[in-house]
């Protein structure tokens, strides 16, 4: 060692091994920039850039070499072979490119480090075959040990040197990589110096063919310009290729990062580049994840994706982000080329909206959206499933049909909302009784179903029970409306034995409980069925009977007791069936205020009497009977008064009737309604009082222009003084209020006489006529005055 160092610094021109450095670190770091510009071009560039690392390299080495012969100061005389001096540059520029192409072969193991190992022992042959051009006039002798010693640090530090620069845990390893070729280079040549030891002989004498050590300067000032060229050209190359991948790689990175889904762009399966969607997703920022094995985030299909088995078609996998659980994704491939070197961009797609979606979608297509109950697509399903059950079995199958009292009403009353919650409550009531083997569903609208295995109809009996009382306990709050409902139950196989006739006969069950007073449950009858087919073919024609033509009106007189004359007339609706004949008011009146038909139906009559009275020269008053059910329709003062326009008929000429049953459903609304009518013109009357509520505060609450007696209790004034004390209160009653009162039924002579005694204002019955059509009253109607001997005749 002490011999080394004693020829670097007594033996060398300290200036010119310095300058012999500066060349040796700038041929290294050329080296090393080249060497890792040559690992991302393909194809010739690759074995251009390949060459000319070589060149360089080779040519920093044997310029290193000679600037430091040229230090070296023997004190006699001296030159070079010029033959060995242009071998040794071709072994350093042969050898270094050798070592620079092995160390890129990716198949042998090792690579790096057999690739610097050569070029180490490049470095070695150019130095010796440069020590054999040496003529010095004297002879040399050399020291095995540290010629040895230089052999191994040239191969060591050069096989080293490759394996750092080329190693990709950190962007700054070539800076390493470059300091050990400098060492490598710089310690072989002064421990080889150091193995070297000459003995002056004047009688040796130096050829005169060898090169002068200033020639030889020329050649080192050649190579050295050479490196420096190839220095500045590799530099400005590297730059400016820098600056291209920055705004590629910004340029790409604001893509990626606009796109919603995540983006990977990947060398083999370590990851090159992330956008933030992606980190956003492993839960990492996007610089993290460079350098990271894909694998790491996506097991099991990184392989997959690398090899490029699956091409275009996406891959569901599950994404395993740094914390938390793992994340379904959709992972799509495609190969791309990135810096110049093929990569792969895997597109990975978070599928949780999707499936939740997907499980949303697939919820309602068998549930009902606002209970959360099943639908009836797969109450159908269950049942057909029960039904097969119940056969291998031999258990019965209740199924029960429920359907809430009055919610048309709520709608309408308390609004939409209420009655959404009230459908909600229901829901969450029943099936809070159920067991696993029962199943509730929504059928539509308020109308639910229950499937029930039971042994006998008892246990079906007793859940009804149960749904009733839970239900009625469930309505707690005084200012909403009150739940209440109705139960029909069919059971199978007692029943029928056919499907589509269980879920019938348990609807025929419920039309049975709610007629016989709601809030109820009944078992299926088979006389039932036979009413309720009856019922509904009755209700289905009545909703076309108008269209057909099968509804007419008839009108009965209304005359002033005192004078006879008649002073209007009550319209009456009939309807005379196609194939049933003369259907009674009784039957279809409220078949049609069940079913909502009574609306159009109400509307129509309404037209048509105030039409009819519109064109009678005589301006007789004209009485409709109004249902509770158009009392509390939305629209039905703007349908009057639309009727009224249109017709043209003098708002005082038209008479509402109306029961006292229709006020005590909404008595706001219906004040409310019949406020509205008087302010068109048009007047009130009570019908049939007596027989209601007969509540007097409805005379004080309701604008009423006239009170009318029922029937019933006309007929028994001849032979009963209870009903005659009861006419007097009320004839009594409407002078008091200043209403007029109005006898219906009088049908004898002894009535209306009892009545004129009592003053009665005016009456209406078979006495003064019978109901019929209009053309029968032409005398009255087309005349200017009526008198008692213009009474129309009694008609049939």
Same mark, same amino acid.
């Given at each position: ?12 021109? #300290?200036?010119? =091994? @310095? !300058? ?6 700038? %041929? /290294?770091?050329?080296? $090393?920039? *080249?060497? +890792? ?108 040990? #540290?010629?040895? =010693? @230089? !052999? ?6 050069? %096989? /080293?040197?490759?394996? $750092?620069? *080329?190693? +990709? ?122 350098? /990271?094995?894909?694998?790491?985030? *996506? ?498």
């Amino acid at each position: 060692m002490l011999k080394v160092v004693g020829c670097f610094v007594g033996a060398h021109d #300290l200036w010119l =091994v @310095s !300058l012999a450095a500066v060349i040796c670190t700038l %041929a /290294a770091s050329t080296c $090393v920039e *080249l060497l +890792r510009h040559t690992r991302r071009a393909t194809g010739r560039l690759h074995a251009t850039w390949l060459g000319v690392a070589a060149v360089a390299g080779g040519s920093g080495i044997w310029a290193t070499h000679f600037v430091a012969m040229l230090a070296f100061e023997p004190s006699v005389p001296n030159g070079y072979d010029l033959g060995l001096t242009a071998l040794s540059l071709v072994y350093a520029i042969v050898l270094t490119g050798i070592g620079l192409t092995l160390a890129q072969v990716r198949f042998i193991p090792f690579a790096a480090l057999l690739g610097g190992g050569v070029l180490g022992g490049g470095i070695a042959a150019m130095h010796y075959t440069g020590m054999a051009a040496y003529e010095v006039a004297g002879h040399i002798q050399w020291d095995p040990t #540290l010629v040895a =010693v @230089s !052999l191994g640090l040239g191969t060591l530090l050069g %096989a /080293a040197a490759l394996q $750092v620069a *080329l190693s +990709r845990r950190d962007g700054r390893m070539h800076i390493v990589g470059a300091a050990l070729l400098l060492l490598a280079i710089v310690g072989h040549h002064f421990t080889a110096m150091g193995a070297v030891t000459i003995e002056p002989d004047p009688a040796i004498l130096i050829s005169e063919t060898a090169l002068p050590s200033r020639w030889l300067g020329v050649g080192v000032a050649l190579a050295s310009l050479t490196i420096l060229l190839l220095a500045c050209a590799a530099l400005a190359l590297d730059i400016r290729e820098r600056r291209q991948a920055a705004l590629e790689h910004e340029r790409l990175n604001s893509l990626a990062n606009a796109a919603v889904e995540g983006l990977v762009v990947c060398r083999g399966e370590v990851i090159a580049s992330a956008n933030e969607s992606f980190a956003r997703l492993v839960g990492l920022g996007a610089a993290e994840l460079s350098g /990271a094995d894909l694998s790491r985030f *996506l097991p099991g299909a990184a392989g997959r994706l690398a090899l490029g088995g699956q091409g275009d078609q996406p891959v569901e996998a599950e994404l395993k982000p740094a914390e938390g659980r793992t994340i379904p994704v959709e992972v799509i491939m495609r190969p791309v080329t990135y810096g110049s070197q093929p990569h792969y961009a895997v597109a990975v797609r978070d599928l949780r909206a999707r499936r939740k979606a997907e499980g949303q979608i697939q919820f309602l297509a068998h549930h009902d959206a606002l209970t959360g109950l099943a639908n009836r697509a797969s109450f159908a399903l269950r049942l057909d499933q029960e039904l097969k059950l119940a056969d291998a079995t031999g258990r019965k199958l209740a199924v029960l049909c429920l359907d809430l009292d009055r919610f048309k009403e709520v709608n309408d009353l308390f609004g939409h909302a209420a009655g959404d919650a009230m459908l909600v409550t229901v829901a969450r009531s029943v099936t809070a009784l159920l067991d696993d083997t029962q199943m509730m569903a929504r059928l539509g609208g308020d109308e639910f179903a229950i499937l029930m295995p039971c042994e006998h109809a008892v246990a079906a009996g007793r859940l009804a029970e149960q749904i009733l009382e839970a239900l009625r306990n469930g309505s707690t709050d005084a200012a909403g409306p009150v739940i209440a409902t109705s139960v029909g139950i069919a059971l199978y196989p007692d029943d029928t034995q056919e499907r589509a006739l269980l879920l019938s006969y348990a609807d025929t069950a419920l039309y049975k409980a709610k007629s016989e007073g709601r809030g109820t449950y009944r078992f299926f009858e088979a006389k039932l069925g036979t009413q309720v087919r009856e019922r509904r073919l009755l209700e289905h024609d009545l909703r076309h009977a108008v269209a057909r033509g099968e509804m007419h009106l008839v009108y009965q007189p209304q005359t002033d007791v005192q004078t006879g004359a008649t002073i209007g007339f009550e319209v009456l609706l009939r309807w005379r069936h196609a194939e049933r004949g003369a259907v009674s008011p009784a039957v279809f009146i409220p078949i049609a205020e069940e079913s909502g038909a009574i609306l159009p139906i109400g509307e129509w009559v309404l037209r048509e009497a105030c039409r009819e009275a519109a064109s009678w020269p005589n301006p007789l008053s004209v009485a409709v009977n109004v249902s509770a059910v158009q009392v509390h329709a939305p629209h039905f003062v703007q349908v009057v008064h639309e009727v009224l326009f249109q017709t043209g008929l003098e708002p005082a000429r038209l008479e509402v009737e109306i029961t006292e049953t229709a006020l005590i459903r909404d008595p706001s609304r219906a004040q409310s309604t019949l406020r509205q009518l008087k302010a068109l013109g048009v007047r009130i009357a009570m019908d049939d009082f007596g027989t209601g509520y007969s509540s007097l505060s409805n005379l004080r609450t309701y604008p009423f222009d006239k009170i009318k007696i029922d029937g019933s209790f006309i007929r028994a004034v001849d032979g009963n003084e209870q009903t005659k004390a009861i006419v007097r209160s009320v004839l009594g009653l409407g002078r008091g209020l200043g209403l007029p009162v109005l006898a219906e039924g009088v049908e004898t002579a002894a009535e209306l006489r009892f009545l004129a005694d009592e003053n009665c204002q005016s009456a209406q019955g078979y006495l003064m006529g019978k109901p019929a059509p209009i053309e029968h009253f032409a005398a009255l109607t087309h005349s200017a005055l009526s008198s008692p001997e213009q009474r129309a005749p009694e008609a049939a």
